[in-house]
């Protein structure tokens, strides 16, 4: 690779292999066979000297490919802590033997090196749920819940939080997808404490009351209980249907974008005048606010 000598594969089948350099008058080639019994391979007739033209010497090699790549950068991936990323591939790749490679093969590559090093495929880490949720039982009792996932920590912390929880979801972009439920709320020193977290298949009504059913198994409902979310209907019949007696309050960030995509011409005014009355501490200042707020967009 390092030379950037080429080559092809002219014949090959289970029992033996035949390879030629990609300049056909070129002598280099490589012969070899399987051997019985087992899965090595033996090199039968090897002609070393390349007699090749220049001109099939490539910067862009063929032979790189995201397996050979994985290979090649798989022992800088030992470090857990480090993050190596597809452009340090391709640097890599560069440095160490002068070859480039597409952003699409350094990907390939390093998601082949993970795999076989260390991370295992997505379908083995699946596989292993069920044992490891069974440990989490054995060893953790009364502490974990289903495939809903409440730390005791979480669980424990709550009731000397306010009990005002706040949902929300986002959009897994990883080969399973899916979605990622998250409750929290704020505790005693104004910080975000992280409550739960679930996975679903997609934000509707059966996967939000799904994992609210879960959210008031773990953490019950109390006098008082506030719920806070974006506007989403499945989060809003949900909402109904777990938690009837409980004030579900709309998320003002959220409120507030949907407003600027409705308003777009006055965004600067309206986002003033929307904070001031978002944030009053008394019904009558809120009328006063709401007023002005309706006067300024209307």
């Known amino acids: 690779m390092r030379e950037k000598f080429q080559f092809k594969t002219f014949k090959s089948n289970s029992h033996f292999t035949i390879i030629h350099c990609l300049d056909t008058s070129c002598s280099w080639r490589v012969r070899a066979k399987r051997l ?3 899965g090595y391979w033996m090199v039968t007739k090897y002609e070393r000297k390349h007699t090749c033209t220049t001109d099939f010497k490539k910067v862009r090699y063929r032979q790189a490919t995201s397996w050979v790549v994985g290979e090649c950068v798989k022992k800088r991936l030992i470090n857990p802590g480090r993050v190596f990323k597809p452009r340090d ?4 790749m560069k440095r160490k033997f002068g070859v480039d490679i597409s952003y699409s093969v350094a990907w390939r590559g390093r998601e082949y090196a993970y795999e076989n090093l260390r991370l295992g495929t997505p379908e083995q880490s699946y596989s292993l749920l069920p044992g490891y949720l069974h440990m ?3 060893t953790n009792p009364d502490r974990f819940k289903y495939l809903f996932i409440a ?3 979480s ?3 709550f009731q000397y939080c306010r009990h005002v929880v706040s949902i929300d979801a986002t959009h897994m972009k990883g080969k399973y997808r899916g979605v990622l439920f998250m409750a929290v709320c704020h505790d005693a020193n104004q910080q975000i404490f992280p409550l739960a977290f679930g996975i679903g298949d997609s934000e509707n009504d059966a996967a939000w009351t799904w994992f ?6 773990v953490f019950g409902e109390r006098p008082g209980h506030v719920i806070v979310s974006d506007r989403h209907r499945s989060i809003n019949n949900a909402v109904k249907e777990v938690f009837p007696n409980a004030f579900h309050g709309i998320c003002m960030y959220h409120l507030l974008n949907n407003l600027k ?3 777009k011409t006055k965004t600067k005014e309206l986002e003033q005048h929307y904070i001031q009355t978002a944030k009053a501490y008394n019904l009558q200042e809120f009328h006063v606010l709401f007023y002005t707020l309706c006067c300024a967009v209307p």
């Open 155 to 157: 669980i424990k912390g």
């Open 89 to 92: 591939v391709i640097d890599d």
């Open 212 to 217: 609210l059913r879960r959210i008031k198994d």
């Open 136 to 138: 989490l039982r054995e």
């Open 151 to 153: 730390f005791d920590a």
């Open 261 to 263: 995509n409705k308003f």
């Open 36 to 38: 019985e019994g087992s």
